[in-house]
């Protein structure tokens, strides 16, 4: 191989991975921008778009020249055009703002990145780049210092929390006013510009402009930080994400195991984490008036687990404040007015026997769901369960809890709620009888009352799956011999009668 060949293929390694710039073509950039980003961004750039009160973090005034992914040093606003490009194919996780691969092609992306760059007028490079140093390797020791300089001095504990989950210790608010969530690094799907630790490392270094995330690589700071020590808390954030929890959009069933004896009590009872969990996607509820846009919390983690006499789902949410109306502290982390954080548990009243299920929005006429509400309660006043039967927005009766109970336990940005129901009721016409052995529909809601969420104001999910496994014994493998006998008799029956006479 050549001298020319082996530099060609080291300069090849150098840029894997990342989007090697092109030329892009402003006027062929605008004619996409006017078709597909003029409905948030604004015709002018300005941010000003229809959808624009209806978006938290709103969307970007490209006129300002800010810029949340940089590459580019913290002294220097203008980004790298590859920055651009990462933000419209890749889109901005946490914001309305989705990534456009799929529909764009290569070349129109980067005519785009050419057009939006002239509504803040940058047309040259940045001056200074990220100075990435030498890569600290990620090793426990690596991450031990990373965390001590995480707490130090309360220096990232402040808005995400001794535990990573954003749990908030003072307010936020982005350059435009809006109120802004801290992100939550157990979250690594959710991550502006990806989780790897370079690109962690990038935003501890040039912070996250129109936020109040600063640059610890400012000199002028009281928290800056040395190029190695941003490499030991990079690794550190890493370290901190809980893929367990991620959703996976094929585990669309809750597995509830049976268990002898008594169920656990409480939230934090360790058999729990020898459960299946199953997490879905939260999405505002935008079918009912009045709808809702700008949600905070965005997944719920269920598991389940009965025995001969009940069942017990355990739900999980992280939810970044601890919302008690009526408790100062409280009030002043809450957009007012503060309301109580809650959950509720969707099923119908009978199991279908076919596909067809009652409509995901609290039932219809012809089938009605059963609602279990729980509610974590005031200053003045304890967590409640409340019970209702719905067939539909207009149509909800109150009742009697028909033997719910509730348990819950909040601490470090996470809420969990145990709740448990007798297997069969004395009202079967009203409530929902579990039998082992069938998929139950299932759907979920929640509220964050720091976040103004009451009422039909919340997060939820469609429907789901809800299964009782049945005990583990001999009549599945009974039935599995059944089964195999069958397909073998079958498989001999085809292959005498496939033979060709003689």
């Not at 700071?221 to 929890?245: F, M, P, Q």
């Not at 509820?285 to 687990?305: G, W």
């Amino acid at each position: 191989m050549s001298r020319l060949a082996i530099l060609t293929f080291c300069a090849g390694l150098l840029i894997a991975g990342t989007a090697a710039a092109k030329p892009g073509d402003a006027a062929k950039g605008k004619e996409i921008y006017d078709k597909r980003c003029t409905w948030c961004h604004g015709a002018d750039g300005d941010g000003a778009g229809a959808a624009k009160e209806l978006l938290n973090p709103p969307p970007r005034d490209f006129t300002s020249g800010n810029y949340k992914i940089k590459s580019s040093s913290f002294e220097d606003m203008v980004p790298n055009d590859d920055d651009i490009y990462r933000m419209i194919r890749d889109g901005m996780p946490g914001t309305a703002m989705p990534g456009w691969s799929d529909i764009l092609k290569e070349q129109d992306m980067w005519n785009l990145v050419a057009y939006v760059k002239t509504f803040a007028g940058y047309d040259e490079p940045p001056a200074a780049q990220v100075d990435f140093g030498k890569q600290v390797a990620s090793s426990g020791e690596s991450i031990a210092k990373g965390r001590k300089l995480y707490e130090e001095g309360d220096r990232c504990v402040e808005c995400h929390g001794k535990s990573g989950k954003g749990s908030a210790s003072k307010r936020l608010k982005g350059d435009a006013g809006e109120r802004t969530w801290p992100r939550n690094l157990t979250k690594p799907w959710t991550f502006i510009g990806s989780s790897e630790p370079k690109d962690i490392f990038a935003r501890l270094s040039t912070g996250i402009a129109g936020t109040e995330m600063p640059s610890f690589a400012d000199p002028r700071s009281k928290k800056k930080l040395s190029i190695e020590e941003r490499w030991h808390v990079a690794n550190y954030v890493a370290s901190l994400a809980k893929t367990g929890r991620k959703v996976d959009a094929e585990n669309t069933v809750i597995k509830a195991d049976k268990v002898e004896g008594d169920l656990p009590g409480t939230p934090d009872d360790a058999r729990w984490e020898k459960s299946t969990p199953t997490t879905f996607y939260l999405v505002p509820q935008l079918i009912a008036e009045e709808r809702f846009f700008t949600p905070s919390n965005d997944t719920l983690t269920v598991r389940a687990l009965y025995n001969d006499k009940a069942v017990a789902m355990l739900l999980e949410w992280d939810d970044r404040t601890r919302s008690i109306p009526g408790d100062e502290a409280a009030e002043k982390l809450a957009d007012a007015p503060i309301a109580e954080d809650g959950v509720a548990v969707q099923l119908p009243v009978a199991i279908p026997k076919g596909m067809e299920k009652p409509y995901f929005g609290m039932g219809d006429a012809k089938h009605a769901v059963n609602i279990w509400h729980w509610k974590s309660g005031t200053k003045d006043a304890t967590e409640s369960i409340d019970l209702a039967n719905s067939r539909g927005f207009r149509e909800i009766e109150k009742r009697d809890a028909a033997g719910l109970k509730a348990n819950a336990s909040y601490s470090d940005g996470t809420w969990k709620v145990l709740i448990t129901r007798p297997l069969t009721t004395s009202s079967p016409d009203k409530d929902i009888q579990f039998a082992e052995g069938r998929f139950i529909p299932v759907a979920f809601a929640a509220w964050d009352g720091s976040n103004g969420e009451k009422g039909s104001k919340h997060t939820m999910t469609t429907w789901y799956w809800l299964l009782l496994k049945p005990a583990t014994g001999t009549r599945p493998l009974v039935a599995a011999l059944v089964v195999m006998g069958l397909l073998a008799g079958g498989l001999l029956w085809w292959a005498r009668s496939a033979k060709p006479a003689a």
